[in-house]
């Protein structure tokens, strides 16, 4: 079966979507055109004071998520606007500085190592500390209450795993802002990056539009946040070798999170999910593998035993789900945003790092034992079921937008690692 006979994602209608901010909101949005790259497309837009970001769709609420992220010394945006409208999740975030990497080389993979390090157990349910609700209540009350684990020169302490190690930092990172779109393989959108395929998770969301306006009731519209403030933190971490992560001296800004907003980001996800059985919102489908070709069915037969086995997948780690070269924005080589956060989960983040590794399979493949050191000692059953996912999540959406050629080699990536 063709291409042309699958389903294939939306593109973004950026006009539309301006106008119907303007109607709904009676905010005047600029639109200075698409962003390069990406699949389904995300848009250049300007505000009334002359403020640049970026317009584009999800479907999960992220916003609690980046906060949580940007506390932890990981660069992201800040959500300036983000709304159903007419059924659509709208976002529109602050403007991230750098752009895609032109090469990628170790230094760009150590320094994303480290940062998928700084994603351990930020969803962990905060404990209870002094001064927190719990020491406001009586006696008989017994509701629940935490804290959020202090922030320890910018890192959570969040719970380990016996695998989780830490190890001090020796660089800075600069934050910014990133852009958000519909659930789908990466590069997706295409905020400042080139075009290429993986995907999101597009977990639902429960706000329901307004009958009046096409729009929730949840819609957040900032002010005037006026630009971003830089986030920096220190850093290598875990065994991602002694490259520095960009910066200079500081940590996570000196953003502290409350208690609340901990839980906020932590009920603004879903456990990680990896369709293996049943088919993903619009990507990990079975269907075209099945019917494709021999090989690719080949391949979903081993994918589905791979499922069958019901391997584990929780944690308290923030998962990125779609960290690949393609998702940084870099500046002289430094990392100075991670973007495309749609399909964050809560999980096991080692999931991020083998997604990672897919892609350097393919892209260069010289680079993979970087990885690999840091995948090293994780749990096998686990890494097999994470590369079962990314091989179903490529394969699927390859065959669905791209030529058979292109469906082969990703199959050349996605093979040696069912066997």
Known sequence: MSAQAWPRSAKLDAPRLVERIAEITGVRLVLEGPCPGGEVGAAYVRWPDGRRSVLSEGRSRTG??????????????????????????????????????????????????????????????????????????????????????????????????????????????????????????????????????????????????SERTGCSDDMLLSGSPGRFNDVRLSGSTGRSGDTPLPGTAGRSGDMHLSAGARRAARFAVQPVDLYLIDDGPGFCLHDPLAKHSNRTARLLARIREVGAAGTPTDGDDLVHFDYTPANVLVDNGRITGVIDWDGASRGDRHLDLVVLRFYLMHQAPHLVGIVDDRLAGADPDRLRAYWAHISLRQVDWSIRHHDAAAVDQWLDVAEPGMR
């Open 64 to 209: 609690p998520v980046l906060d949580l992220a940007r506390a932890a010394g990981v660069p992201t945006a800040r959500q300036e606007l983000s709304a159903h409208i007419d059924g659509v999740r709208v976002i529109v975030q602050q403007r991230l500085p750098g752009t895609p990497p032109a090469t990628i080389d170790a230094f760009l993979v150590h320094q994303m190592v480290a940062i998928n390090d700084r994603l351990a157990g930020l969803l962990a349910d905060p404990p209870p500390e002094r001064g927190d609700a719990a020491h406001l209540r009586g006696p008989d009350d017994t509701r629940p209450s935490g804290r959020a684990p202090g922030l320890d020169e910018g890192r959570p302490s969040g719970r380990r795993r016996p695998d989780d190690t830490r190890h001090p930092d020796d660089g800075s990172l600069a934050g910014g802002a990133r852009r958000s779109d519909d659930a789908r393989p990466s590069h997706r959108t295409g905020h400042s990056h080139d075009a290429r395929p993986s995907d999101r998770t597009g977990h639902s969301d429960d706000a329901r539009p």
